[in-house]
C-alpha cells in the first residue's frame, strides 16, 4: 500500500536544470533511507545519490557536483536538484525508499515508476 511518486521530469537543453520530487504515500511508519537510480537505453540501473535518515548521502561520480539530494521528513519527500545537465544524463529516473511500514517490523525496498528526463539541444 506503500507508494512513491516521481515528478519533476522533462526535456532540458544541456547545462540547464531539472528538480525532481518524490512523495511516499501510504501506512509509513518510518523511511531510513531515500534515493535516486536512473537508467538509459543500453545501460544498467545505476545509482544516482541516495540519502539516509540523518542526512548522509552518496553520490555517483558522475554527478558529484553537479547534482544535489535532499528530503523533507515531515512530507516523506525526497528531491533531486540537477544542475549544469549533460545528454549523457538523459534517462528515466526512478526513486528508492527504503522503510518500515506500520503493519510490518521489518523493512521493505520501494519503487517509483519512473520519471524521464532528456537533456537535449
Known amino acids: 500500500q506503500v507508494q512513491l511518486v516521481e515528478s519533476g521530469g522533462g526535456l532540458v537543453q544541456p547545462g540547464g536544470s531539472l528538480r525532481l520530487s518524490c512523495a511516499a504515500s501510504?501506512?509509513?511508519?518510518?523511511?531510513?533511507?531515500m534515493g535516486w537510480y536512473r537508467q538509459a537505453p543500453g545501460k544498467q540501473r545505476e545509482l544516482v545519490a541516495k540519502?539516509?535518515?540523518?542526512?548522509?548521502?552518496n553520490y555517483a561520480g558522475s554527478v558529484k557536483g553537479r547534482f544535489t539530494i535532499s528530503r523533507d521528513n515531515a512530507r516523506n519527500t525526497v528531491y533531486l536538484q540537477m544542475n549544469s545537465l549533460k545528454p549523457e544524463d538523459t534517462a528515466i529516473y526512478y526513486c528508492?525508499?527504503?522503510?518500515?511500514?506500520?503493519?510490518?517490523?521489518?523493512?521493505?525496498?520501494?519503487w517509483g515508476q519512473g520519471t524521464q528526463v532528456t537533456v537535449s539541444s
Open positions: 540519502i539516509s535518515s540523518h542526512a548522509s548521502t
Open positions: 528508492n525508499a527504503v522503510l518500515k511500514q506500520r503493519a510490518y517490523s521489518d523493512y521493505a525496498d520501494i
Open positions: 501510504g501506512s509509513i511508519f518510518s523511511i531510513d533511507v
